[in-house]
């Protein structure tokens, strides 16, 4: 019993508009069916009165809490005087001033019914206390959208370090494999080319100073000139210096001597090599075997690789 008696209130207003719009919905489509379609001028004439049926739902709804409704009611307000219209238009093209009239009537009785009926059932508050509910919805929107907003950047975050963290280990799979890849090419080409073992000990790579100062005919720091002081066993006081130095300036002498005669281009075969190696030495007082020369040979041949002479 307590349903129906708040349901009556509802009745009259709700069959009004299921009126209007079903008269709308006619009178929209006969008029736009001479333009187009029938399914299309219909279909029209539906999407118009569902807009307007939503409007005044969400003005029904927006009343009885007592929250604001301006723009349901700007819509509703909107759109009543339009559906007049198109139902008095609808009326008179068919030649029926009376059909005009009440198709016109039909739904502003519909809208007045329906906004007494809100007005009867809505929830009385003072304003006072609409005010407050309508702070308390704000705060709560706000709060809302905060914490929307720190999810979405917690997820950010998230994401971000997740490619961080991918990039990084990517990158570090790349290294290893361009590491391996690297290490896997220098023993090939070590299993390819490798050093000839050298015949007895060879003398040591020699620094551009020494070269210089061996072209240029002098002795390289650290190996005393003979005559110029030292002693005769140490050479590091006046005299002769010792067979030791002595030994070593002659290999360093011997070994850029084998770098200048094979720096040609083509290199020369080890025949011709040994002999002009033989020859520079005669003249220039240099002491050396077959064997040592050999191994020069051998040395300078794989420092300058299989394509030719080293720079």
């Not at 349903?3 to 919905?25: D, E």
């Not at 998230?158 to 990039?167: S, V």
């Not at 030495?281 to 040979?297: C, F, P």
Request: zero cysteines; glycine letters at 8%; a neutral charge.
């Amino acid at each position: 019993m307590n349903r129906l008696k708040k349901a009556a209130p509802w009745v009259l207003p709700s069959v009004l508009t299921a009126i209007a719009v079903a008269w709308a919905v006619d009178a929209i489509g006969g008029i736009l069916a001479d333009q187009a379609a029938p399914p299309f001028a219909y279909s029209v004439a539906v999407l118009y009165d569902a807009v307007w049926l939503y409007a005044l739902a969400q003005e029904t709804a927006h009343r009885r809490q007592g929250s604001n409704a301006r723009l349901p009611k700007a819509i509703g307000w909107v759109f009543l005087p339009l559906t007049v219209a198109v139902l008095a238009a609808r009326g008179l093209l068919a030649g029926d001033v009376l059909a005009a009239v009440v198709g016109a009537l039909i739904p502003v009785l519909a809208k007045v019914t329906l906004v007494m009926a809100i007005d009867r059932d809505r929830t009385r508050i003072s304003a006072r206390a609409q005010a407050a509910i309508d702070r308390t919805r704000a705060a709560t929107r706000d709060r809302i959208a905060v914490s929307r907003a720190v999810a979405m950047a917690h997820a950010d975050e998230t994401k971000a370090a997740a490619d961080i963290l991918k990039a990084t280990r990517e990158a570090e799979a790349e290294a290893v494999t361009v590491t391996h890849d690297a290490y896997e090419r220098y023993a090939e080409v070590i299993d390819r080319h490798p050093l000839p073992e050298p015949a007895g000990e060879l003398p040591g790579l020699i620094s551009d100073t020494e070269l210089n100062a061996l072209l240029a005919g002098g002795v390289p720091e650290g190996v005393p000139a003979l005559g110029t002081g030292g002693d005769a066993t140490s050479g590091t006081g006046g005299g002769t210096p010792s067979a030791q130095a002595a030994k070593a300036a002659n290999d360093q002498a011997v070994a850029l001597l084998a770098a200048q005669l094979y720096a040609t281009n083509p290199p020369p075969s080890k025949r011709k090599f040994r002999e002009a190696m033989r020859a520079e030495m005669n003249a220039r007082q240099l002491t050396g075997s077959w064997e040592t020369i050999d191994a020069l040979y051998d040395r300078e041949k794989a420092l300058a690789g299989p394509g030719g002479s080293q720079p």
